[in-house]
Structure formats: structure tokens, C-alpha cells
């Protein structure tokens, strides 16, 4: 994600840049053409900051998209970032708020979690997790179906049925462990630090994904 958003922002850079060699050469005696008829519909922004350093520019709003965005933590896909009242510079981005839409696939999610562990979408907007277990001795293929929520900024799934694989005693006995080794909590890899997960539901490709944070860093 880091560097998706530096390299979009270097990209819009550059065509700032660009532009305003251009208004440069219009301002320069060039022919100018009649102006469009402005829009009716205006998206605010933030104002400009005073303090603007010397080395930084200012993105009032920025909208970026990617097919796909692969990290060392895990890779996210049909990301789409949109961020207002933003600072580019060298060292990175500052976004005053920034708001993220991406698709976190199943095997994103079962990697973060360990080996063994397979995630998936179990229909009727459920997700299922199988996984090898050894509860009381014994190796088990534990197999569960659950819900999955945005808890405390965090991807949260919890199991409502649990199957071990053997004899019922066994799956009673062994429930609350069972239960527990097929919930699973964790952030959202791939995304900056200070992004809080608000809303998730099941879809086959993975998790549909909605963050939102605010003063959020972006370091090199």
C-alpha cells in the first residue's frame, strides 16, 4: 500500500507540474480558448494550508485505484483510496483523512493466521475456516462456519458450528477449545498504520473491505 500510494502521488506530482507549464505558456501570449461553462455540482475540499513547506504539495482530494496492491504483510485487491486534504513530499503522505474500499483475499486472511488454515465463503454471507488441530491428544480437522464483523477496527470471525471430525462426545467435550481455535481477530494487512476496519461482509473472492482513518501517515 505504501507503495501504491507514493507512486500514485509521485504521478500526480508530475502532472501538476505539467499543468502548470502549461497555464504557463497560455499566460505567455499563446491563444487561450473560451472557458467550459462551469459545473453545477462542486466537491468541497479542505483549504490549503499556510505552513506549506518548501519541498511539499498540496492534494485537497485524491482519488487512487488499483487492481492490485501485494505487500510483505499480504496483498489486497480492487483497492480504491480516497483521501482529502493531503501532503506530498519526499518523506511521504499525510492524508487528513483517508478512506479505503478493497477486496482481502481468503488466502490473504488464512496466511496471517498460520499454516494448515484454509479460509472460505461458506454461502448465505457466511465464512468457513478448516484448519489441523490437536485437542485432548488427538489430531483433528476441525471444520467451522461463522460470521464475520468489523470489531474494534479489526476483522473479526466467529464461529457458530464447529466440527471436529469425531465422535460427538469428543465435539462436545472439546467445544469451547474448538470455538475458540476457529475464531480468528487481526487487522487488515497492506494498509497504513491508523486505518480501522468499519465494515466487512463474505463475497467468493474474499472480504469486502471498507477503512476509513484520519491524519494518516505514509512513510517511505
Known amino acids: 500500500m505504501k507503495l501504491f500510494l507514493l507512486g500514485v502521488g509521485s504521478t500526480l506530482a508530475v502532472l501538476a507540474l505539467a499543468l502548470l507549464v502549461v497555464l504557463f505558456s497560455l499566460s505567455s501570449g499563446s491563444p487561450q480558448p473560451s472557458a467550459a461553462p462551469?459545473?453545477?455540482?462542486?466537491?468541497?475540499?479542505?483549504?490549503?494550508?499556510?505552513?506549506?513547506?518548501?519541498?511539499?504539495?498540496?492534494?485537497?482530494?485524491?482519488?487512487?485505484?488499483?487492481?492490485?496492491?501485494?505487500?510483505?504483510?499480504?496483498?489486497?485487491?480492487?483497492?480504491?483510496?480516497?483521501?482529502?486534504?493531503?501532503?506530498?513530499?519526499?518523506?511521504?503522505?499525510?492524508?487528513?483523512s483517508l478512506d479505503i474500499d478493497a477486496t482481502i483475499p481468503f488466502t490473504t486472511v488464512a496466511t496471517q493466521v498460520g499454516a494448515d488454515v484454509t479460509v472460505y465463503d461458506a454461502g448465505n454471507g457466511k465464512t468457513g475456516v478448516e484448519r489441523t488441530v490437536t485437542i485432548l491428544g488427538r489430531e483433528l480437522n476441525l471444520k467451522a462456519t461463522g460470521t464475520v464483523s468489523a470489531d474494534g477496527g479489526q476483522l473479526l470471525i466467529e464461529p457458530e458450528t464447529v466440527d471436529l471430525g469425531g465422535p460427538s462426545f469428543l465435539d462436545s467435550a472439546a467445544s469451547a477449545l474448538a470455538r475458540s481455535l476457529a475464531t480468528i481477530r487481526q487487522d487488515v494487512p497492506g494498509v497504513p498504520e491508523g486505518m480501522s476496519l468499519t465494515a466487512v461482509e463474505v463475497t467468493p473472492e474474499g472480504f469486502d473491505a471498507q477503512l476509513t482513518g484520519t491524519d494518516v501517515v505514509v512513510t517511505r
Request: glycine share 10%; hydrophobic share 40%.
Open 38 to 96: 462551469s459545473s453545477t455540482t462542486s466537491v468541497t475540499a479542505p483549504a490549503a494550508p499556510t505552513d506549506l513547506g518548501e519541498d511539499e504539495t498540496w492534494l485537497g482530494s485524491v482519488d487512487l485505484r488499483s487492481e492490485d496492491v501485494v505487500s510483505a504483510k499480504g496483498d489486497l485487491v480492487d483497492v480504491v483510496a480516497t483521501g482529502s486534504g493531503v501532503r506530498f513530499s519526499d518523506a511521504g503522505l499525510l492524508a487528513q
